[in-house]
């Protein structure tokens, strides 16, 4: 039993071999391998905490449901309770896209692809 006083002993002593067990010890179990000053153990104590981002009671952990909201929003549109200022000016400008003649529709099931397969003859 001695025996194991004098080795615990020994680590913690300045001796070469202490610093070097005291160094591996420190380095197994997550702390500062060598001692630092007060403005080193500020970062150090900065760095070990978990990231600001994970924090639960900083961060939003829910998200809502875009295509559900985006559906009610056109049918709130279509409804007339809605008003979508953007969509409302891209429907315009593609009226008189087509009032100048701009845009060519084609007859449904005469498009290109209907082209490619054959299309009504």
């Not at 000053?37 to 961060?59: A, G, L, T």
């Not at 449901?65 to 929003?73: R, V």
């Not at 979508?84 to 087509?98: A, G, S, Y």
């Amino acid at each position: 039993m001695s025996k194991v006083v004098n080795i615990g002993r020994g680590i913690r002593q300045a001796t070469s071999y202490g610093k070097r067990m005291e160094r591996l010890s420190n380095r197994i179990f997550g702390e500062v391998v060598r001692p630092t000053d007060s403005r080193s153990m500020k970062i150090v104590r900065m760095f070990s905490k978990e990231p600001y981002e994970q924090d639960d009671w900083r961060s939003v952990s829910y998200f809502p449901n875009q295509p559900m909201f985006h559906y009610l929003t056109k049918l709130l549109r279509m409804h007339g309770i809605y008003r979508d200022e953007h969509q409302d000016f891209r429907d315009e400008q593609n009226r008189l896209k087509t009032i100048a003649g701009k845009v060519i529709r084609p007859v449904i099931g005469e498009g290109k692809r209907a082209k490619l397969r054959g299309g009504k003859k």
